[in-house]
């Protein structure tokens, strides 16, 4: 497979996901909106992924690319039918795109937090392999509050109802991060924006402890990820 994958950050890119793809002999073009890169022609790729931001979905007038790219994921999931995957930014861009609605959170979520699957058909197709309960990294202030017609709820948390959803046959989005590894917390600590949430939400010293606490679940993190990559690119195959 070759695949598109829209990054809004130069640090927030596929990370773990980059070494399942080189071993399995996929390849893919990053594009980076927030550096006035522009969208190429969905044609020329099998998949699309989007990857996380510090920016939020509704901020189209500070980030114009914005409105362009939503548009882009709905003609690439809705009239392509092509496989998606958004992490992050990317799971509240889908919603959005898809007809569904975006706001602040009442609780942000930065940390390792629990994550809850929720027993269906869909989900099974997605998480298999996975406990019901994980844990995984989150940092976001917003969430997805309204999941668009027609797509499944396949994951929550105590702060946030919507963690991952399903439209079609193989669009799939998360709120958390599978794709970190070593470098992930200190590499999104340079972005001002996370750097502040982090040290809002755990206080000083945020970067040290979540790094270390990071670093004692990575391996697990790590083959959960890969569990979850299988999942998608077996779907993705099946589209």
């Not at 080189?22 to 044609?43: F, I, K, M």
């Not at 970190?180 to 200190?186: L, N």
């Not at 949430?197 to 979540?210: F, K, P, W, Y």
């Amino acid at each position: 497979m070759h695949l598109l994958v829209l990054q809004h950050e130069t640090v927030e890119h596929p990370a773990i996901f980059r070494k399942f793809l080189a071993a399995d002999g996929h390849t893919y073009q990053a594009v980076e909106l927030q550096l006035g890169e522009q969208l190429p022609n969905l044609s020329d790729f099998d998949g699309l992924w989007v990857m996380g931001g510090p920016m939020d979905v509704w901020e189209e007038d500070i980030h114009p690319w914005l409105q362009d790219e939503k548009e882009f994921i709905r003609r690439a999931v809705v009239e392509e039918n092509m496989p998606f995957l958004g992490l992050c930014l990317g799971h509240q861009l889908l919603a959005e795109a898809l007809g569904g609605c975006v706001g602040q959170s009442i609780i942000p979520e930065v940390g390792i937090m629990p994550i809850e699957l929720i027993e269906s058909e869909e989900t099974s197709r997605v998480f298999s392999g996975l406990p019901q309960q994980f844990d995984n990294l989150q940092w976001h202030g917003a969430e997805i509050t309204q999941l668009p017609k027609d797509a499944h709820c396949l994951a929550r948390s105590p702060a946030c109802s919507y963690q991952a959803m399903s439209y079609g046959k193989c669009a799939i989005s998360a709120q958390f991060h599978m794709e970190i590894e070593a470098d992930t917390v200190d590499n999104w600590a340079q972005i001002p924006a996370y750097a502040n949430a982090l040290e809002t939400s755990l206080g000083a010293g945020a970067v040290r402890n979540l790094k270390q606490a990071v670093d004692a679940k990575l391996d697990r993190f790590n083959k959960e990820a890969l569990i979850f990559y299988n999942n998608w690119m077996r779907l993705a195959k099946q589209n």
